[in-house]
C-alpha cells in the first residue's frame, strides 16, 4: 500500500507542476529579473536539446488485470519517459482469453508491439522459431535477474523472454475468517476437509471456485495435481503419446482429490467467475481459493483490510505431501522488429523492466514475488508465507514444457466436463483425454 500511496502523491506533485507553468501569466506573476528570465529561456532550451527529433512510439501489449500491477505499469511508463523523452509508450490491455490471438492477429497486421508477454516455453519456442523475438541474451539488465529462473525464458540457449515475477499456486485464505474459527493451516488431507466441514458448519462457504473461466479451474487442478504428476517429461509425453493417460495411477490419484473438494465449492462453482469469487475471500463470505500469488492482490483490493495468507495444497495424509508449487510468469519479450529506431527504443525500456526499482515496484504494488535480485518481500505476510516452505517441500516449474494450447484446452474442458457431474468417472476422463490427444496427433 505505501508504494501506490506515494505513487497518488508523484502524481499530485507533478499534477501542481503542470499547473504552476501554465499558469495565466497575468501583470503581477511578472516579478522575475532579467536574469531568471535567461535562466528560463535555458532551461527551455536545454529540454528542448534534451527531447529534440521526432518521438519514436513503441506499443505495450499485456493483459494484467490487477489493480497493483497497472499501478507497476503506469510507474514505469511514467518514469522511463522522464528520462528519455524521445520515446513514447502505448499501451494496450486485451483479456487475457484472447491475448494470444490478439498478439498474432497483430503481427500478422504489421502491427506487432514491441513488448509483450508470453505464456511459458512452448509459446517462446513456437514465436521465436517464426522470427518474432529479439535475442535478449546480451541486453543490458539482465544481471538484475536471479540467473535461476533465466534457463525458464530460453530457447536452444539463447534468452528470449525474462519471466519477471515467480507465483506460488496454493491455497489463498482469508485469515480472520480461520481465526474466528480456531482453525490452524493445515498439513494432510484429512485436517483440509475437517476444516471445510466446520467452516460449512457455521455457515461459511469453505472454497469460493471461479470454474465459470477455465483458468479458474486449472488452477484447482494443478493445485491438486502438479506436484503429483507435473514431472518433467510429464507433458511432452502426454502429447508425444508415449505415456497414456489411462496408464497414469498418480494421475488418477490427484484427479480424484480435485474432485473430492466439490462439495465445498458451493452452490454454482460453474457459474462463478473470477471477479466474485475474489469478493467472496475479501468479505469472508468464503474462506479459501486455490490460485495463482496474483490472488494476493486481486483480493486485497477488494477489501484492503483483508489479511491473505496461503498455505500449499495437503496431497495426502502426510504432511510432506503439502507442496509449494512455484512456476515462473509470463517471460516478458521483445518483438524482432526491423525497424531500427523502435528496435533501439524497446531494447532501452526493456532494460527499464529488468531493473531492480522495476523489480521492487512490480513486488510491492502487485504483491509479487519478484525475480529481479534483491528485492525484499517483507511487506507482505502471503508471499512470506510462499516462501517459507523448505527445499524439500518446494516444487519448481522453472524450464518446464506444459501444453500446448490445443492440448491445453482440451485438457482443462474435459475435466471441466467431468467436473460437472456428481461423481468424478476417472477411467471415463483418462479414456475421453487419451482418443482426444491421440486425435491431434494423428
Excluded at 501569466?25 to 536574469?35: C, D, I, Q, R, V
Aim: one cysteine or more.
Amino acid at each position: 500500500m505505501k508504494r501506490r500511496v506515494m505513487g497518488i502523491l508523484l502524481t499530485v506533485v507533478l499534477a501542481a507542476g503542470l499547473l504552476t507553468g501554465c499558469g495565466s501569466g497575468g501583470a503581477e506573476e511578472n516579478t522575475g529579473s532579467a536574469a531568471d528570465a535567461q535562466e528560463t529561456d535555458a532551461g527551455q532550451e536545454k529540454v528542448k536539446k534534451e527531447s529534440s527529433g521526432k518521438a519514436v512510439e513503441i506499443t505495450w501489449l499485456h493483459h494484467f488485470q490487477e489493480e497493483g500491477i497497472k499501478v507497476w505499469v503506469d510507474d514505469m511508463i511514467q518514469s522511463f519517459e522522464a528520462e528519455n523523452p524521445d520515446i513514447h509508450i502505448n499501451v494496450e490491455t486485451v483479456p487475457y482469453n484472447t491475448y494470444d490471438q490478439t498478439l498474432k492477429t497483430k503481427i500478422a497486421s504489421d502491427d506487432a508491439p514491441m513488448i509483450f508477454d508470453l505464456a511459458g516455453q512452448v509459446y517462446y519456442e513456437e514465436y521465436a522459431k517464426a522470427g518474432h523475438l529479439y535475442d535478449v541474451t546480451d541486453i543490458e539488465g539482465l544481471d538484475h535477474i536471479d540467473a535461476s529462473y533465466l534457463p525458464d525464458g530460453q530457447v536452444e540457449g539463447r534468452q528470449y523472454a525474462v519471466p519477471l515475477d515467480v507465483n506460488g499456486y496454493a491455497i489463498f485464505y482469508n485469515k480472520a475468517v480461520f481465526d474466528k474459527y480456531q482453525l490452524k493451516v493445515p498439513t494432510t488431507l484429512t485436517e483440509l476437509k475437517e476444516i471445510c466441514e466446520v467452516l460449512t458448519e457455521n455457515g461459511v462457504q469453505p472454497f469460493a471456485a471461479p470454474m465459470q473461466e477455465l483458468w479458474g479451474l486449472q488452477e484447482y487442478v494443478d493445485v491438486a495435481g502438479f506436484p503429483v504428476f507435473g514431472t518433467p517429461d510429464w507433458f511432452t509425453d502426454k502429447m508425444n503419446l508415449t505415456s497414456h493417460f489411462a496408464d497414469d495411477e498418480e494421475f488418477k490419484e490427484a484427479i480424484k482429490n480435485y474432485f473430492s473438494f466439490k462439495p465445498y465449492w458451493g452452490e454454482d462453482p460453474f457459474g462463478t467467475n473470477w471477479d466474485t469469487a475474489q469478493n467472496m475471500v475479501a468479505t469472508g463470505e468464503a474462506a479459501m481459493v486455490a490460485n495463482g500469488s496474483w490472488a494476493i492482490d486481486g483480493i486485497t483490493a477488494k477489501n484492503p483490510d483483508c489479511d491473505v495468507r496461503v498455505f500449499a495444497m495437503p496431497t495426502t495424509d502426510d504432511p510432506s505431501g503439502a507442496v509449494m508449487i512455484l512456476r515462473p510468469g509470463n517471460g516478458i519479450c521483445l518483438y524482432n522488429s526491423t525497424d531500427t529506431d523502435k528496435l533501439e527504443a524497446g531494447k532501452k525500456f526493456y532494460s527499464w523492466l529488468l531493473s531492480k526499482e522495476s523489480g521492487e515496484s512490480y513486488a510491492t504494488n502487485g504483491f509479487k514475488i519478484s525475480t529481479a535480485k534483491g528485492v525484499d518481500l517483507s511487506f507482505s505476510d502471503g508471499l512470506m508465507d510462499i516462501q517459507s516452505y523448505p527445499a524439500e517441500q518446494v516444487w519448481n516449474s522453472s524450464g518446464l514444457t506444459l501444453f500446448s494450447d490445443e492440448y491445453y484446452q482440451i485438457f482443462y474442458e474435459t475435466i471441466l466436463n467431468y467436473s460437472m457431474e456428481n461423481e468424478m468417472d476417472v477411467e471415463g476422463l483418462c479414456e475421453s483425454l487419451d482418443n482426444d490427444f491421440a486425435s491431434i496427433r494423428n
